[in-house]
């Protein structure tokens, strides 16, 4: 849960504005409900002037076709709008909230029971079964207020618990569960809490259709005849034909205008506790573009015998950097390891050579050459036709990478198919094969894997339609080292039968080492040193490189004097340990 103190920096700055006023509105109607006995010198339900008078000084509004005074109508109504949608709001929104937790948690015939009842709700026309229900049951405010909550509850109740199922699978969950916290217990600190942003938004959606819906109601006619609201007014302006003269203009604009301040507003707060219960939206929203500024003359080609030439590469996330100036050459035919402690910024540089670091990064380069060909002046469309055609890349967590309702075979094929291959299953089955993917496991799901074959199937993936050059970012992560080494044989072997250029990253400096012709090493975002692989490890010159080296023991490296426990007493020559 974001803490209040920063959420309000988290949000965006035109989301600020929104917020700001929606605040403002809100702030209008409620200083309208709170202070209407100061606000309004006459009452609202009396005749207090001549039927149809114009605005004046002691009717702002003028009067009704009663004498009642318009302005007083529309103060005193901003309480009844304000009332139903706060208390229809609060709770609609305990009541979804309650059976969302109870049918997250139980799960079963509970869950089932609960998610019936909601389709049901969510199935039937919202404003027909509350004017229904409402000439059933009669025309009190407080009848009006049930009837909304309880058809108001199963939209965040669905919503909510799906995140209810997500949340109670969290590591923290489990864990609190195996220390013996009880449901209720989780439920409320690590579930509920979690949920606070969301149900925040939840809670001024509800409101504002509660303010709609009870308009509506009272529009028709059906609503609460003692008591003075927005919608009546519109009511009794309809009956009074205020339409046909100009008493439209101070009779139905001035509630027509507050029922759109007060929506709007609502909407405007709902928008921003959106984006605080989902960060996310920030990076996924509208952004300012950046104009590139390319020089017009494009760099210099590659060098020969270089596959691919990086020059000055930089990414930065909102102003934080992740990679500095790097430059980065893959020789035609080599094995080019790139090694670098976690968070040093070695995916990030692997993401940017194709165009894929997300937003809110950007990117600056002075060169990015395959060949004869800038990938900066190719665009959006042209990185597209070059991504798993000339440059592809193996993804880390294969799991992860994998479409968990498809087939391996089907998922290779999907990838052959946007290579323009003729046949794609046919390809995708010859390559599963190569990869070393028995015949009989093709149409196996990504869970009914080992995770080696899931590390296969995403390398078939990726060489499927024959790329210059492969990407494989951290492709042993999270596999054992027989595993580890099997995997990594199969790129010698697709290497040496594809003909591919290889760029390795991995934080494991002696696996890479093992099999890398050329070795780079990556710290705090930069390239600190790069080299054949035996000069590096032979001759190191950086300190953050011979830092990495003494951090891996060898077969040859001497075994440290052996320590005694912490408490146990050292023995002198000659003394036995007792």
Not at 67 to 84: K, M, P
Not at 107 to 114: C, K, P
Not at 317 to 346: C, H, M, Y
Not at 353 to 379: F, K, N, Q, S, W
Request: charged letters at 20%.
């Amino acid at each position: 849960m974001i803490a209040p103190t920063s959420w309000w920096a988290a949000l965006r700055p035109s989301t600020r504005a929104l917020a700001a006023a929606g605040a403002v509105m809100l702030a209008l109607v409620i200083g309208a409900a709170v202070f209407a006995d100061l606000l309004a010198a006459h009452p609202p339900d009396r005749a207090s002037g001549a039927p149809y008078e114009r605005p004046s000084a002691d009717h702002p509004l003028g009067t009704d076709d009663l004498g009642r005074d318009l302005w007083a109508q529309l103060v005193f109504g901003a309480r009844v709008s304000l009332l139903v949608g706060l208390v229809a709001a609060t709770a609609a929104t305990a009541a979804g909230t309650a059976a969302a937790l109870v049918a997250g948690w139980r799960g079963g015939w509970v869950d089932a029971a609960i998610m019936r009842a909601v389709d049901l709700t969510l199935s039937l026309p919202f404003l027909v079964l509350v004017l229904v229900l409402a000439t059933y049951f009669g025309r009190g405010l407080e009848v009006l207020i049930v009837l909304i909550a309880g058809v108001l509850w199963s939209r965040p109740a669905r919503l909510l618990r799906s995140q209810v199922l997500k949340i109670r699978e969290l590591g923290h969950v489990v864990a609190a569960e195996a220390m013996g916290a009880g449901p209720v217990r989780i439920l409320v600190v690590h579930i509920l809490r979690r949920l606070a942003p969301l149900l925040s938004s939840q809670f001024v959606r509800a409101a504002a259709v509660a303010v709609i819906v009870q308009s509506g109601v009272a529009f028709l006619g059906l609503g609460d005849p003692g008591r003075v609201s927005w919608g009546s007014t519109l009511y009794f302006a309809n009956n009074g034909s205020a339409i046909l003269t100009d008493a439209w203009l101070w009779w139905v604009v001035p509630p027509g205008a507050a029922l759109t301040v007060l929506i709007v507003g609502l909407a405007f707060v709902g928008f921003a506790a959106e984006e605080v219960a989902d960060p996310q939206l920030v990076s996924h929203g509208w952004q300012r573009p950046v104009r590139r500024r390319l020089p017009k003359e494009p760099p210099e080609p590659c060098p020969p015998g270089v596959a691919l030439d990086v020059r000055g590469l930089s990414v930065d996330f909102d102003g934080t950097p992740a990679v500095r100036e790097a430059d980065l050459r893959i020789g035609r035919g080599r094995l080019l390891g790139l090694v670098g402690e976690s968070g040093s910024g070695k995916s990030t540089l692997g993401l940017a050579v194709i165009g894929l670091v997300p937003r809110p990064g950007r990117i600056r380069c002075e060169a990015l050459m395959m060949g004869e060909t800038d990938l900066r002046r190719l665009g959006r469309a042209g990185l597209q036709r070059v991504r798993g055609r000339e440059v592809a890349i193996v993804p880390q967590a294969a799991m992860s990478a994998l479409d968990p309702t498809m087939t391996v075979l089907s998922q290779v094929a999907e990838a052959a198919a946007l290579g323009a291959a003729p046949d794609p299953a046919g390809a995708a089955a010859d390559m599963l094969a190569r990869v070393g993917i028995p015949e009989g496991r093709h149409r196996a799901f990504p869970h009914e894997l080992s995770g080696g074959q899931r590390q296969r199937a995403v390398m078939a993936m990726a060489v499927v339609n024959r790329p210059g050059l492969l990407i494989a970012d951290e492709p042993t992560t999270g596999l054992d080292v027989v595993t580890q080494q099997a995997v990594l044989d199969l790129l010698d072997d697709l290497r040496a039968d594809l003909g591919l250029d290889v760029w390795l990253i991995s934080h494991d400096l002696p696996l890479v080492a093992s099999r890398a012709d050329d070795l780079a090493v990556m710290g705090s975002g930069r390239i600190v040193e790069s080299g054949p692989t035996a000069t590096v490890l032979s001759r190191p010159r950086h300190p953050h490189t011979k830092k990495l080296l003494t951090a891996f023991g060898g077969l040859e490296a001497p075994m440290p004097d052996p320590q005694p426990a912490q408490g146990e007493p050292e023995t002198g020559p000659g003394e036995e340990a007792r």
